[in-house]
């Protein structure tokens, strides 16, 4: 094996293959920056090309691009709210406070030294762990895999913070949605309102930038402000502060990437939910996190991007050793192995060795160029939050506009954008935690699907499982937590059943009441479907309405605890503890403006919005983004013409390169396309 290892090296140190691994990690760097595409992308794009290369060449060009699309990724999440693939969500929740903060430099070097450190980490857990991850990953099987998505799902209970009630309330909403479609095992049609579209069930992309991009974009284009309006900071310094930092909380670095690598491991589980999982663990374990977290802590940066690149290595594992992609990135990967005529499984393990071995390197030094790169430019990059809203804001809603349309490029998508962001920017105004809706929607299938697999084939006898009996226990004791914690806050069972108080309303009660309203029908049209499609979503509605009917109650009548302790000498202490609780979300800052206000500019980011949809049906999407930019940039900043122009024209320049002559995607049917012969590639609206 060390043989192998070390002739690995020499191979996949040749200056022709080190040059197509540092083109992967480029074409990686660029997609990671552009919210939507991500890995998927450029492997798809990628793999025409690599039937004439020899296969140490073919794995490093692709490992090597996506490797590093979830370090640069983390650029427009810092710098903008905005999650450049859905792996970056959870870094949201402190690295843009940081922005604000001043401190965008100090995030974005903390993210890159953890993400390096991961990648290294899952590409040594690689390395060392294929010969024996190989029988226990044989040794999984539906009880197990579902048993492990439950356990994650009650990571809703910390990411809901001091909102408990609420967080399950989202958790529920995400795992409702997550069963719009056909239904795997009987086919039958959930919630699709007669629309095509929605048969496949909603993509991940309009869902996480609908719920995470636009409400940022709606408090930016809210404030007026550049997104560190009044911070003065030194990039090249936070630079160096953020490695400081990483490198000062290794062993949180360490336990994260642990958690990146095994999740990675797992078929099914997904990319999109590591983050949330490593962010829940250092929420729970980290000194301090109640009173810092989601306000721009360092370590929360730390703890999410730790555990990305390292599920790069651990997704690898099942696929190498047996042929079981462990996320659909690896999907496509398969292909490259049928294309030079290789079997995953033992062979890779033995006569195919070096070839396994090559893709470690491929990793590792993936993760070293890319970060290089990424610290080369990340004073750069940090500038990027000083720039005035009016110059940030068309240029960067044209870009979520045009990467939630590949989710499955149909009208659908945009109109599902818009849908989530209306729903996204009223929780975070009422400070419902947005990052459980996005936990139980994808991890909502996987445990269906693990669910109706396991009592077919084992009935009850599945909870018997030993694996299962420990990650049940895990995830019991998960929820109690936070539920003991409001008893006590609340002064003990007694202080539960007592203490209410004249009843109050407001914005929560119509939105509470709206969701009760939602869910409702939601179980009305699921009575008439077969027993199979029907099962889970009766569960999870009833406990749904249970859930909400107790939650509006103690709003309704339970007045608020104050969040501040009096007299407290220690802000630290353990009542302070208790008492200041923790919204694990981004929180809306208005800066004094009043409400009358914040009505008026939040109708007229909503009427930019519908402008560009407008403009996208009647003209096309790439003729749209050029003069959506010019109106934008002139209407709302009164920007001089030498500065809107080249805007204007990069973004078209940027839309028709990449999306329509590189990927040769298809664009929203428009009613004047065929006046552009760039948009003879269009889809039907759905």
């Known amino acids: 094996m060390l043989v192998s290892f070390f ?73 903008f709210g905005v999650p450049g693939t859905a792996g970056t969500a959870a870094t949201i929740l402190d690295g843009y406070p940081l ?20 990648g290294l980490f899952g590409a040594m857990l690689l390395a060392v762990c294929i010969p024996i991850l190989r029988p226990v990953m044989l040794y999984l099987g539906s009880p197990e895999l579902l048993s492990f998505s439950i356990f994650g799902l009650t990571m809703v209970a910390v990411l809901s913070g001091g909102s408990p009630l609420r967080g ?40 996480t930038l609908g719920l995470f991009a636009l409400p940022e974009l709606a408090d930016l284009a809210i404030a007026r402000r550049s997104i ?111 294309i030079h005529g290789l ?99 994808v991890l909502g299938g996987i445990v269906e699907r693990y669910m109706y697999i396991s009592v077919a084939r084992y009935g009850a006898d599945w909870l018997l499982n030993p694996v299962v009996v420990v990650m049940l226990a895990l995830a019991a004791w998960g929820l109690y937590r936070p539920f003991a914690r409001e008893i006590k806050r609340a002064g003990g069972v007694r202080g539960m059943i007592s203490g209410f108080g004249r009843p109050q309303f407001g914005p929560n009660s ?33 406990f749904a309405l249970i859930v909400a009917a107790i939650s509006l109650f103690n709003y309704t009548f339970r007045p608020p605890k104050p969040a501040v302790v009096e007299d407290a000498e220690d802000d630290f202490s353990a009542q302070a503890k208790v008492l200041q609780s923790l919204h694990m979300d981004l929180v809306s800052d208005d800066f004094g403006i009043d409400k009358k206000t914040i009505a008026v500019r939040a109708a007229s980011y909503l009427g930019w919005i519908l402008l560009f949809f407008g403009l996208t049906g009647l003209i096309g999407m790439l003729p749209a983004v050029f003069i959506f930019v010019i109106a934008y940039m002139r209407t709302e900043g009164n920007e001089r013409w030498t500065l809107v122009l080249p805007c204007a024209i990069g973004m078209y320049l940027f839309g028709y390169i990449v999306f329509d002559y590189l990927l040769a995607l298809p664009w929203p049917q428009s009613y004047m396309g065929d006046w552009f012969p760039i948009l003879r590639r269009t889809v039907p609206s759905m």
């Open 99 to 118: 922005a604000k903060q001043g401190q965008a430099g100090r995030a974005l070097g903390a993210s890159y030294t953890a993400n390096l450190m991961g």
């Open 228 to 338: 560190a309006a009044d911070a003065k900071f030194d990039a090249r310094t936070g630079q160096f502060q953020g490695m400081k930092d990483a490198i000062h909380h290794w062993w949180l670095v360490v336990r994260v990437s642990w958690i990146g690598a095994a999740l990675g491991a797992i078929p099914g589980i997904g990319s999109s939910v590591v983050d949330w999982i490593a962010y829940g663990h250092a929420a729970r374990t980290e000194k301090g996190a109640e009173l810092t977290f989601g306000k721009g802590d360092i370590r929360g940066v730390i703890a999410s991007e730790g555990s990305n690149n390292a599920k790069d290595g651990g997704a690898l594992v099942p696929t190498v050793a047996f042929g079981v992609p462990g996320s659909a990135g690896m999907a496509i990967l398969l292909g490259v192995f049928l």
């Open 168 to 207: 399950l309330l989202a958790a529920s909403f995400g795992l409702m949605i997550a069963m719009v479609g056909s239904d795997p095992q009987t086919g039958t049609l959930r919630w699709t309102l007669g629309s095509l579209y929605l048969w496949d069930g909603l993509p991940i992309v309009p869902v």
């Open 7 to 79: 002739e690995a090296l020499v191979i996949i140190s040749d200056p022709t293959r080190l040059l197509f691994l540092g083109g992967g990690v480029l074409i990686g760097l660029v997609l990671g920056v552009i919210p939507g595409l991500g890995g998927i992308v450029g492997l798809a794009l990628l793999l025409p090309f690599t039937f004439d290369m020899d296969p140490y060449a073919a794995f490093a060009m692709l490992l090597g691009m996506g490797a590093v699309t979830s370090t640069s990724d983390t650029i427009p999440a810092v710098l």
């Open 510 to 542: 119509f939105f509470y009441l709206s969701f009760m309203a939602v869910i409702a029908w939601m179980l009305s049209q699921a009575y008439g479907w077969p027993l199979g499609a029907r099962l889970a979503p009766l569960i999870v509605g009833y």
């Open 343 to 441: 079997q995953p499984g033992p062979d890779m393990l033995t006569k195919n060795l070096t070839i396994t071995y090559s893709m470690v390197w491929s990793i590792a030094i993936a993760n070293i160029l890319g970060t290089a790169i990424c610290f080369a430019f990340a004073g750069q990059f940090a500038k990027l939050a000083l720039l005035r809203y009016s110059i940030i804001m068309p240029l960067i809603l044209t870009v979520v506009f045009v990467g939630a349309f590949q989710g499955t490029r149909s009208w659908g998508d945009l109109n599902a954008l818009l849908l989530f962001g209306c729903i996204g920017w009223i929780m975070k105004r009422l400070q419902w935690p947005r990052p459980p809706v996005i936990l139980g929607f």
